[in-house]
Structures are given as C-alpha cells and as structure tokens.
C-alpha cells in the first residue's frame, strides 16, 4: 500500500538525493562567492578576473546539471558535465594528492 502511494515521488527523491552535494556546493558557490574566487586567487595567483570565472563555471555548471538531472532532460549531458565540474574542482582545489580526502 505505501508503495503504491508513494511510487510516483520516489523517482524525483531518489534523483534529488544524488545530486544534493552538487545542490549544495552550488549554493555555497552562490553565496560565499567572495571567499571562493579569494580562495583560489591566493592559491593559483591568478587574479580576481579568472577566479571569478573559475566559480562562475563551477556554479553554472552545478546548479544547470542538477536542473537538467531534475527535469529528467538531457540526463547523460548533465552527468558528463557534472562529472567533468568533479575533474576541474580535484585540479583547482589540490585534493588529487590528498590521499586522506579522496579515500573518504
């Protein structure tokens, strides 16, 4: 019986929770956008000009692949380009050497 009820809802559940993470750092993107681009001028000096594009292609991409992940459209696309915001933040941020962090 609860199956039956909840059937139609447990698609968008089950899709809301794998894209969480990319939902909230996208968020924390928007909302913290002057201690991110901070961050990674004074990590990769490479002016406020190019951080600043650096988050921005981290926010668009989040937040538009979990929309489209959402909204069921151009599923694959989204993944790859999640996928790819995954690889670009692993370079920016240092953490490929980090064993501790990747095992977790």
């Known amino acids: 019986q609860?199956?039956?009820v909840t059937?139609?809802?447990l698609p968008h559940v089950a899709r809301l929770?794998?894209?969480s993470t990319f939902l909230e750092d996208g968020i924390r993107m928007?909302?913290?956008w002057s201690e991110q681009r901070d961050?990674?001028?004074g990590t990769w000096n490479c002016g406020y000009f190019l951080a600043s594009i650096?988050?921005?292609i981290n926010l668009f991409g989040q937040l538009s692949g979990c929309?489209?992940?959402l909204s069921r459209n151009f599923v694959q696309y989204a993944c790859f380009g999640l996928f790819?915001?995954?690889a670009l933040q692993t370079i920016a941020y240092s953490i490929l050497w980090d064993l501790k962090f990747l095992m977790r």
Request: hydrophobic share 60%; with cysteine.
């Open 30 to 32: 928007w909302l913290q």
């Open 17 to 19: 929770c794998l894209i």
């Open 39 to 41: 961050y990674i001028d």
């Open 67 to 69: 929309i489209l992940v």
């Open 54 to 56: 650096f988050v921005f």
């Open 2 to 4: 609860f199956l039956r």
């Open 7 to 9: 059937k139609q809802y």
């Open 84 to 86: 790819g915001i995954i």
